[in-house]
Nanobody, 121 residues
Framework: QVQLVESGGGLVQAGGSLRLSCTAS????????MAWYRQAPGEQRERVAY???????IYADSVKGRFTISRDNAKNTVYLQMNNLKAADTAVYYC???????????????WGQGTQVTVSS
């Protein structure tokens, strides 16, 4: 099995910054993509940032220019640097990854448990 463990959430004032981390562990053959999603109370889960290949990334319009996704492939880790945070960014942030394991090389989606980000205005 693959486990994704997030860290770095917390409480921050509007205009501040946070950096989220997510590390995948298990008998991993290949990670095709990694992404960050978020879900605010009463809202649907939305994709915030997505990274595939070496340097390809896609961002939600609401975070463009403020959030940056990056990967350390050697550590099976993805980061989300969040700057100029707004109250509207308050949500539980989830890490997701498309992973192939050595057992069968089939790509499957895995999710982390989520980390709370609260931005006070």
């Amino acid at each position: 099995q693959v486990q994704l463990v997030e860290s770095g959430g917390g409480l921050v004032q509007a205009g501040g910054s946070l950096r989220l981390s997510c590390t995948a562990s298990g008998t991993i053959f290949h990670i095709r993509s990694m992404a960050w999603y978020r879900q605010a109370p009463g809202e649907q889960r939305e994709r915030v940032a997505y990274m595939y290949g070496v340097e390809n990334s896609i961002y939600a319009d609401s975070v463009k220019g403020r959030f940056t996704i990056s990967r350390d492939n050697a550590k099976n880790t993805v980061y989300l640097q969040m700057n100029n945070l707004k109250a509207a960014d308050t949500a539980v942030y989830y890490c997701a990854a498309e992973v192939a394991m050595y057992s069968d090389y089939a790509l499957r989606d895995y999710w982390g448990q989520g980390t709370q980000v609260t931005v006070s205005s």
